[in-house]
């Protein structure tokens, strides 16, 4: 009975971790990154993916996805392996600190996103093992949320999202597709002539004219505007009636964030890509630089601690909005009751996101046409696999 673990007169096999290991794959998208890391539409074309695979002894098997740069051997090598092999599976949050401790002596080489897989994996394995969801097992809170539609950044893409109309346009089409929410993401270096306030402020505002009062609206734009750029745009969508203003500043700069906090309306989100997992997101909430907080599995170094920075800002009475799409991210959001949105995305008018992806069988996302994204039922973190694909397209 894989249920019970271990009992009296019982081996460990069940739950002692005997090997880690990395493969990597090819496979088709029409994602293309520009010079600052942004994704835009373009033609097919192959790019590599990473599947972390942490296994037990009797072959209980849990996975985790990861660009291949954050599982190289290396890593694995150096930090993984020392504090996974011969433990208890279940221990995810001792294991979860060792390597966190390995951090400050690995040369900054064992990032917060190699603990992201590494523990995404530990949860997939738990919920496989026990044939449960990973949110049922953190203790689920519900199994449907509304999704905002997330979107690419600005392009000069004719016809895409190079203008304020490309925009609007946009907005009509994600509304008729059931989202009740969208978040612009705006024009960015390389584009030619970005960033721009009053450009951003335009699209923002041909978005809200094209849906209506009643759908709700974010901004996640230029992410290095001065203080003085980041308050005029604030200012600007506090008439347009928008939700939140996410990361117009660098956020290493807490003072910065504090200063346009104090002197806004429009709720302040964040921070998103700043280090410090919980810990640095608890000084915000200190500071009062924000008025929701912001985490994400890959930002703070996993579902465990994910799950900190959300019931920590649950304990202060706000929001925490969970960065990113991916299954990983869909469970914590299920498993907790202070946030709003799922983040479904990224989208662009000439991609068609509900196709998924070719190593999936099937959406770990699924939305309906009332704008609900729903929880597979799938054990583990729920992602429908496609072994076969991963097999058949390996990179030596
Ligand atoms: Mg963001």
Same mark, same amino acid.
């Not at 088709?28 to 890391?37: L, Q, Y």
């Not at 996103?113 to 995404?120: E, K, M, S």
């Given at each position: 009975?894989?249920?019970?673990?271990?009992? %009296?007169?019982?081996? =460990?096999?069940?739950?002692?971790?005997?090997?880690?290991?990395?493969?990597?794959? #090819? &496979?088709?998208?029409?994602?293309?990154?520009?010079?600052?890391?942004?994704?835009?539409?373009? /033609? !097919?074309?192959?790019?590599?993916?990473?599947?972390?695979?942490?296994? *037990?002894?009797?072959?209980?098997?849990?996975?985790?996805?990861?660009?291949?740069?954050?599982?190289? $051997?290396?890593?694995?090598?150096?930090?993984?392996? #020392?504090?996974?092999?011969?433990?208890?599976?279940?221990?995810?949050?001792?294991?979860?600190?060792?390597?966190?401790?390995?951090?400050?002596?690995? +040369?900054?080489?064992? *990032?917060?996103?190699?603990?992201?897989?590494?523990?995404?994996?530990?949860?997939?394995?738990?919920?496989?093992?026990?044939?449960? %969801?990973?949110?049922?097992?953190?203790?689920?809170?519900?199994?449907?949320?509304?999704?905002?539609?997330?979107?690419?950044?600005?392009?000069?893409?004719? @016809?895409?999202?190079?203008?304020?109309?490309?925009?609007?346009?946009?907005?009509?089409?994600?509304?008729?597709?059931?989202?009740?929410?969208?978040?612009? &993401?705006?024009?960015?270096?390389?584009?030619?002539?970005?960033?721009?306030?009053?450009?951003?402020?335009?699209?923002?505002?041909?978005?809200?004219?094209?849906?209506? /009062?009643?759908?709700?609206?974010?901004?996640?734009?230029?992410?290095?505007?001065?203080? *003085?750029? +980041?308050?005029?745009?604030?200012?600007?969508?506090?008439?347009?009636?928008?939700?939140?203003?996410?990361? $117009?500043?660098?956020?290493?700069?807490?003072?910065?964030?504090?200063?346009? +906090?104090?002197?806004?309306?429009?709720?302040?989100? @964040? %921070?998103?890509?700043? !280090?410090?997992?919980?810990?640095?997101?608890?000084?915000?909430?200190?500071?009062?630089?924000?008025?929701?907080?912001?985490?994400?599995?890959?930002?703070?170094?996993?579902?465990? $601690?994910?799950?900190?920075?959300?019931?920590?800002?649950?304990?202060?009475?706000?929001?925490?909005?969970?960065?990113?799409?991916? !299954?990983?991210?869909?469970?914590?959001?299920? !498993?907790?009751?202070?946030?709003?949105?799922?983040?479904?995305?990224?989208?662009? /008018?000439?991609?068609?996101?509900? =196709?998924?992806?070719?190593?999936?069988?099937?959406?770990? =996302?699924?939305?309906?046409?009332?704008?609900?994204? &729903?929880?597979?039922?799938? %054990?583990?973190? @729920?992602? =429908?696999?496609?072994?076969?694909?991963?097999?058949?397209?390996?990179? +030596?």
């Amino acid at each position: 009975d894989r249920r019970r673990a271990t009992g %009296p007169g019982r081996e =460990d096999q069940d739950v002692i971790i005997t090997d880690v290991s990395a493969r990597v794959f #090819k &496979h088709t998208t029409r994602r293309h990154s520009d010079t600052a890391g942004h994704a835009h539409p373009g /033609p !097919a074309h192959e790019v590599q993916q990473g599947i972390l695979t942490i296994r *037990t002894e009797d072959g209980h098997e849990g996975h985790s996805f990861a660009p291949p740069e954050v599982m190289r $051997p290396h890593v694995l090598d150096k930090f993984v392996r #020392k504090v996974l092999i011969g433990q208890d599976h279940r221990d995810r949050e001792r294991l979860w600190q060792e390597l966190a401790h390995w951090q400050r002596g690995s +040369a900054a080489q064992l *990032t917060d996103r190699t603990l992201a897989v590494v523990d995404c994996a530990l949860w997939d394995l738990a919920g496989r093992t026990v044939g449960q %969801p990973v949110y049922k097992l953190i203790g689920g809170y519900r199994d449907k949320v509304l999704a905002y539609g997330s979107t690419m950044c600005g392009d000069e893409i004719e @016809g895409g999202l190079a203008t304020p109309d490309d925009y609007g346009r946009f907005a009509e089409k994600l509304v008729a597709r059931g989202y009740k929410g969208i978040k612009l &993401h705006t024009w960015m270096p390389p584009v030619s002539w970005a960033p721009d306030v009053k450009m951003d402020l335009r699209a923002c505002a041909a978005v809200r004219e094209a849906v209506g /009062p009643d759908i709700r609206l974010m901004i996640d734009a230029f992410h290095w505007y001065t203080r *003085t750029d +980041a308050l005029a745009l604030g200012r600007g969508l506090e008439k347009l009636g928008f939700d939140w203003i996410e990361e $117009p500043m660098d956020e290493q700069s807490m003072s910065s964030y504090k200063w346009m +906090a104090d002197q806004l309306d429009i709720p302040v989100l @964040g %921070p998103e890509s700043a !280090a410090g997992k919980h810990w640095q997101r608890a000084e915000w909430v200190k500071a009062g630089a924000c008025d929701i907080l912001r985490t994400g599995v890959n930002d703070v170094g996993g579902i465990t $601690p994910a799950l900190k920075t959300m019931h920590m800002a649950e304990a202060f009475g706000m929001n925490c909005e969970v960065h990113g799409n991916t !299954a990983m991210n869909l469970q914590v959001v299920a !498993a907790t009751k202070n946030c709003r949105w799922y983040e479904r995305g990224l989208l662009h /008018p000439f991609l068609e996101y509900d =196709d998924g992806l070719d190593y999936l069988k099937s959406l770990s =996302d699924p939305m309906d046409a009332e704008g609900y994204v &729903h929880v597979p039922d799938r %054990p583990g973190l @729920g992602e =429908d696999i496609d072994f076969d694909h991963i097999e058949n397209n390996r990179v +030596a």
